[in-house]
């Protein structure tokens, strides 16, 4: 295992700015990521000329000396807008040839994996009915990955149809190849125990590391109670060789903004890796 961390940890830098910061806290890979009329990376952008972005991406993270770990775009604004379960057709139609442009910039930055939202809950559809469009929509995008190499996985989250461990359990059982990028804070924060939450690491592909604690999604460390010794050793046990994800954000969603994601990144770097060295 090695660690990364993620370039929108930093989004009141400029882009070439927060991988430089990466590389200044000496963690030798980024996860990019990419959203609507984002300040980094544009996913708008990225599907109108993927060679082009993709040129400039690879030239700003090899100046920076750091590998490429993961890339996390968002097709919309929020979690709502344009989600990987949409009931239209024509935002469904949208959304694979937007896929299919993030596929082809991961494939000329050399990324590996491409982390998606899970979707929500339509409240006119039902949480099986949003499930099952989900399961659809994930075995589409899985396929279409899987052709150009990559690993495709979701992360489950707060406001997502997979709120609950279990749920999330089922979603990567119905749509084979789909993997997770696993990130214990929002099941923590939700006020879940971690034994509910363990079963999902064999089918883990990539890791977001960041304190938390119930009710809050991100937490100092002195008031976190995640075990990251335990998930450490739990990983390891299942064979897992991806990255570690450092991923403090700066945002106003749930109070994200009330931390230092400098120092707490400092810390948490640390912690990790004297698990990985001693597990």
Not at 95 to 116: H, Q, S, W, Y
Not at 266 to 272: A, G, K, S, T
Request: proline residues 6%; hydrophobic residues 40%; aromatic residues 8%.
């Amino acid at each position: 295992m090695d660690l990364t961390c993620t370039s929108f940890s930093f989004p009141l830098l400029s882009f070439e700015r927060s991988l430089r910061q990466i590389a200044l806290l000496e963690i030798g890979a980024v996860d990019l990521g990419a959203h609507l009329d984002g300040t980094h990376l544009s996913v708008e952008a990225i599907e109108a000329d993927p060679s082009g972005e993709a040129e400039r991406v690879k030239r700003a993270v090899d100046e920076a000396g750091l590998a490429i770990a993961d890339f996390f775009p968002t097709f919309g604004h929020g979690f709502r807008d344009r989600p990987v379960n949409a009931p239209d057709p024509a935002t469904q139609e949208a959304n694979r040839r937007r896929f299919a442009a993030l596929v082809e910039f991961c494939r000329l930055v050399g990324c590996p994996g491409i982390t998606l939202l899970p979707g929500v809950i339509w409240d006119e559809l039902g949480p099986d009915r949003s499930f099952a469009l989900a399961t659809e929509g994930l075995t589409e995008f899985v396929e279409t990955g899987r052709e150009a190499g990559l690993r495709v996985s979701i992360e489950p989250h707060l406001e997502s149809v997979v709120e609950e461990p279990e749920r999330a359990l089922a979603l990567v059982e119905a749509v084979p190849g789909l993997q997770f990028t696993l990130d214990y804070s929002h099941f923590v924060a939700a006020g879940l125990p971690p034994e509910r939450i363990h079963p999902l690491i064999p089918h883990t592909g990539h890791f977001h590391a960041r304190q938390a604690a119930p009710g809050q999604l991100q937490a100092i460390r002195g008031e976190g109670t995640i075990d990251f010794s335990d998930i450490v050793r739990r990983l390891l046990a299942a064979g897992y060789d991806g990255y570690l994800s450092v991923e403090y954000t700066w945002q106003e969603w749930r109070d994200c903004n009330r931390l230092d994601v400098v120092s707490e990144s400092i810390m948490l770097r640390d912690e990790l890796r004297g698990y990985m060295a001693f597990a």
